[in-house]
């Protein structure tokens, strides 16, 4: 039995003032933000009201929750609208029946955010971008990663904010403890830095793990972007590497009803993204090879690229083709080339879709 989530997401425009900021802290003044607020559920069988409609019903629900936050003064609902307030205002809201392990985040510029865990923990995040050479030493004669090369890498770092600590102060203490970091990897070569002496992204993660956390004792992942497309992470115990892959493929609901807007066909630019978890190979300090993943993975990507999507769903006998129906046959049939894939993530349009992890 596979692990479903379905996900969505929503913009809201507002203004805040964090009057807890001491002036002349910019978040002190009237400013406004383009926020996202994003939902992740297991949304029961039965909840959408047309099976294989739970993604878009999910969405039409964060919609409605966050519209009251829409062009408005963020202070007029809550106190002291910080990243992590607006996550719990929006978390009591989504609750609905039928909607499992509900997770909420919200995110106040493309560099910051907070999300709520499943235990309704509230993990601050920033994110950072340096740009730097590096070169993959290990790697075998001929492959393009053992030229020296460059990437404008980014750094998600997220910190555990339960201690009772407001989160503008974690915010400011993830802050501190990048900066040093900042300096030491932008306009750099990571080869030159002791301990990145083969720096590919699983390595790079722990080494800014091992950096960070005597600062950040409540620091719980960091992940690596190595480009737009691949990347890694580790939270302390465990690495996971990721590569996304883009679909242009077509659908038409086999469930929905004749007269329902999705039964009809048209089509979407997803976003496919695999996860795979597992050891470090001692002598190539990375899990897997980006590039095999997706060397391995291309069979099925050609089955599912520029298709219509609801054929490939009947001739696999899937109840249709839904976002949640295709990850789980994605994930069972890519697990027989790659042994090491744990989750699919598969998103019609930016992050709305479905996430299916192993049990
Ligand atoms: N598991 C890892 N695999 C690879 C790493 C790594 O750090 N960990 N690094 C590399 C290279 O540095 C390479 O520059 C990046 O990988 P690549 O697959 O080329 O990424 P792209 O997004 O450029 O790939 P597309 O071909 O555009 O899909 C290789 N592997």
């Known amino acids: 039995m596979l692990n479903i989530h379905h996900c969505a997401q929503a913009g809201f425009e507002a203004a805040r003032q964090l009057l807890g900021r001491p002036a002349p802290h910019p978040q002190a003044r009237l400013h406004g ?4 607020s994003r939902l992740r559920a297991h949304a029961a ?3 959408a009201l047309c099976p294989g409609t739970e993604v878009e019903q999910l969405q039409q629900h964060l919609e409605a929750v966050t519209a009251a936050l829409d062009h408005r003064l963020l202070n007029d609902c809550l106190p002291e609208p910080d990243d992590a307030a607006l996550a719990r205002w929006l978390q009591q809201r989504l609750h609905h029946d039928g909607l499992q392990g509900a997770q909420v985040g ?22 950072y971008r340096f740009e730097a050479a590096h070169q993959l030493p290990r790697v075998p004669a001929g492959h393009k990663c053992g030229r020296m090369h460059g990437h404008g890498f980014e750094a998600l770092l997220h910190v555990r904010a339960d201690g009772g ?31 990145l002496e083969n720096p ?33 992470r580790y939270d302390g115990q465990r690495y ?44 190539q300090g990375w899990t ?16 599912l690229d520029h298709q219509p999507l609801h054929e490939l769903a009947e001739r696999a006998a899937l109840p249709d083709c839904d976002c949640a129906s295709l990850a789980g046959w994605i994930l069972q049939q890519g697990r027989r080339e790659l042994a090491a894939l744990e989750r699919v993530d598969l998103y019609q349009t930016p992050g709305c879709g479905a996430q299916v992890r192993l049990p």
């Open 33 to 36: 933000h383009s926020f996202v």
């Open 45 to 47: 069988p039965g909840w």
């Open 106 to 127: 919200l995110q106040s510029t493309p560099r910051s955010g907070c999300t709520l865990d499943a235990g309704g923990g509230a993990h601050i995040w920033r994110r």
């Open 165 to 195: 600590e407001a989160a503008t102060g974690v915010a400011d203490a993830i802050e501190r403890a990048w900066a040093p970091l900042q300096q030491r990897l932008h306009r750099q070569c990571l080869n030159d830095i002791p301990g």
């Open 200 to 232: 590919t992204s699983e390595v790079l993660s722990a080494w800014l793990w091992q950096q960070l956390v005597p600062a950040l004792p409540a620091l719980s992942r960091v992940t690596v972007y190595e480009t737009a497309s691949c990347g890694a």
């Open 240 to 283: 996971r590497i990721w590569k996304d892959l883009t679909l242009d493929s077509a659908r038409r609901l086999r469930q929905a009803p004749a007269e329902h807007p999705l039964a009809a066909l048209y089509g979407h630019t997803y976003t496919l993204r695999l996860h795979l978890g597992g050891e470090l190979d001692a002598v």
């Open 288 to 303: 897997l090879d980006f590039g095999d993943v997706k060397r391995l993975f291309d069979p099925i990507f050609k089955a």
